[in-house]
């Protein structure tokens, strides 16, 4: 899949019905950058959102989050008269297709996804849903969510579908707008067939070259869970592997590379490190687990229990191998932690393993300073405990050692000779597996990477 610069100018979509309008209810993450693809494939569409900060922003072209190209997609959308954000829910009564992307994230406590938003939302809906709209569900949901959802929308005239989600933050509009596939799940009979027909018009070209999947609600739940199952049973697969690598004598990285060769594996999500974090699959696996279990399946997705456990695990590893290298003399340690981001592209802290490696580190009594090109400002609000600084430079001076904890380009990309005359040791654990081992060792750096041998001083 592409994911170059996307143009700003409108794709040719194939029209709705005249003077119709789509709406987008609930403005996030997903719902934000929904609604700007939709303009830039033709439509017009409102946004709902009842938070005040969240749509004054989005009005202005400014959103709440970073995600690459955003802004200047909506900007073009509201430049062009065809995108629009409120608060009202009636706003949207003259939308014909309906997308519901409210957030679900992990109950308070518990496994299960917290659905509290999905119904709020849903309730809203329902009051200005008109006979012959059309509702599309994006919100990933337990299976079974749809459903219940269905009818009360066909009291109302109406048919749902579901049409997951398979965003990556950093990608997100190449993601939508050039996507592997899109996933529709519907009911039987013409109502269904009518509602499909409606979503693959909204989408237009999109279709031309990712493949319609229609199904069943159940199994168009299922896809989005599954597929965020797997990707991080194959994340801790491969960290499980840089464990073995480390006692064996063998090199994690090699391991990857030879098994990436093999077309049944691939060789993406195999980069042992950090583990995931973000908003999606952490609570995503937990909810499916809880879900699992309340229809009897528990042990069918009892390897995820452990799939989680190795990704919590390799923060405490992490932290283990900084005081080791300290000679367990942690405080006063001044650390240098490169990356609060869950990942790349993104101001998203969210389970952040960056950060709460640099909170662990900061509990034992190390001088933690953090910085981030996109996420600083979030992590401050979140960890006011620690040190900021606005540049790695500034962050790594008269540091003990330094973390890569995410794998920023900016970071991946620096001249180790330049930062090693700040450092009072030239010292980097690469959590991410991201640098180039031979330059930073050849620049008087010794290097540690899980999975892999120490090289250097």
Not at 50 to 58: E, I, K, M
Request: aromatic share 6%; with cysteine; hydrophobic share 45%.
């Amino acid at each position: 899949m592409s994911t170059g610069p996307l143009s700003t100018g409108p794709l040719h979509a194939r029209p709705l019905q005249a003077g119709s309008r789509v709406s987008v209810v609930g403005c996030g993450y997903l719902g934000a950058v929904h609604a700007a693809a939709m303009v830039q494939l033709g439509h017009t569409v409102v946004g709902i959102d009842p938070d005040l900060d969240r749509s004054a922003g989005l009005a202005r072209g400014e959103a709440p989050f970073y995600e690459p190209g955003l802004d200047a997609m909506l900007r073009a959308g509201l430049a062009s008269g065809r995108l629009c954000f409120s608060r009202d829910i009636a706003d949207a009564r003259d939308a014909t297709l309906h997308f519901l992307c409210v957030g679900t994230p992990q109950a308070q406590g518990r496994l299960a996804a917290d659905l509290s938003f999905v119904h709020s939302a849903v309730d809203d809906l329902l009051r200005i849903l008109k006979p012959g709209d059309v509702v599309a569900g994006k919100s990933t949901v337990p299976v079974g969510t749809a459903a219940g959802i269905a009818d009360q929308v066909a009291a109302r005239g109406g048919t749902l579908v579901w049409n997951p989600e398979f965003l990556r933050e950093g990608f997100a509009l190449p993601d939508t707008l050039r996507p592997d596939r899109v996933v529709v799940g519907v009911p039987d009979g013409p109502d269904g067939e009518r509602a499909r027909d409606l979503l693959a018009a909204a989408y237009g070209p999109v279709l031309d070259t990712a493949p319609l999947i229609v199904t069943d609600y159940a199994t168009a739940e299922l896809v989005k869970v599954a597929a965020n199952a797997f990707l991080a049973t194959k994340i801790s697969f491969i960290n499980a592997m840089a464990d073995l690598c480390e006692l064996a004598g063998g090199d994690v990285v090699q391991l990857a590379e030879a098994l990436g060769h093999d077309s049944r594996i691939g060789r993406r999500f195999l980069q042992a490190g950090l583990g995931f974090g973000g908003g999606c699959l952490p609570k995503d696996i937990r909810a499916f687990m809880h879900r699992a279990g309340e229809l009897g399946a528990d042990q069918a997705l009892t390897f995820l229990s452990e799939v989680d456990a190795i990704n919590t695990r390799r923060r405490l590893k992490t932290v283990a191998m900084v005081e080791e290298w300290l000679d367990h003399r942690v405080l006063g340690a001044r650390v240098a932690v490169l990356g609060a981001a869950f990942k790349p592209d993104s101001d998203d802290i969210r389970d952040s393993p960056a950060l709460a490696v640099a909170e662990a580190l900061h509990l034992r009594g190390a001088e933690v300073v953090v910085t981030d090109p996109r996420a600083r400002a979030n992590a401050q609000r979140r960890s006011p405990q620690l040190r900021y600084a606005d540049s790695a430079e500034e962050a790594a001076t008269d540091a003990d050692v330094v973390l890569l904890l995410t794998e920023w380009r900016d970071f991946v990309e620096l001249d180790p000779e330049v930062l090693g005359k700040v450092t009072a040791r030239q010292r980097v654990l690469d959590a991410r597996n991201a640098l180039d081992r031979d330059a930073w060792s050849a620049a008087g750096w010794e290097v540690r990477c899980p999975g892999r041998a120490p090289v250097g001083a």
